[in-house]
């Protein structure tokens, strides 16, 4: 399926999109239908290095006709950007440039929190809860941008600094 983009910032209109849930270490990745309707967990990624990182991402945008990212960007609780959030831009730009499809940004705050309490609410050992966090929070991530996009006023965080 080929994905139409708007022409205002490349952004695809319609497609599959995949939420990022980024880390140092693991990276949550979770995908949607391409009528966008529903969001579904894919997996953990635990980094490997450049190389090995880029070959993942190539792979799983072409496998799974990725048209768009949406990266969770932490965010303190005031608004104001975190340490972090330079960290997650940089990794946007890099993601950007290495798989040639667009990034959005959505306010991530509390997902980690509510991804732990969905998983506590299932039981799960805390080594099943630390294998499952970074996708579910990544489902939850792509989730809320997918709810956002519904709203009238939706305006998505830029790639640039805010």
Not at 21 to 37: E, F, H, K, Q, W
Not at 54 to 68: M, S, W
């Amino acid at each position: 399926m080929e994905n139409t983009t708007n022409t205002v910032d490349g952004w695809p209109d319609s497609g599959r999109l995949a939420g990022v849930d980024y880390g140092t270490v693991r990276i949550g990745v979770a995908l949607c239908d391409p009528s966008r309707t529903w969001t579904n967990p894919l997996e953990t990624y635990t980094r490997k290095g450049p190389e090995q990182d880029r070959q993942y991402f190539l792979r799983i945008t072409k496998e799974n006709q990725i048209g768009g990212w949406v990266l969770g960007l932490p965010i303190h609780c005031d608004g104001r950007e975190s340490v972090k959030s330079k960290e997650v831009r940089e990794f946007a730009k890099w993601l950007r440039d290495e798989t040639d499809r667009p990034v959005r940004f959505i306010d991530e705050r509390y997902t980690t929190a509510l991804a732990n309490r969905m998983l506590r609410d299932l039981e799960l050992t805390h080594k099943q809860r630390k294998k499952q966090l970074d996708k579910i929070a990544a489902h939850i991530i792509l989730e809320s941008y997918l709810d956002s996009t519904k709203q009238p006023h939706f305006e998505p965080l830029p790639l640039e600094d805010v």
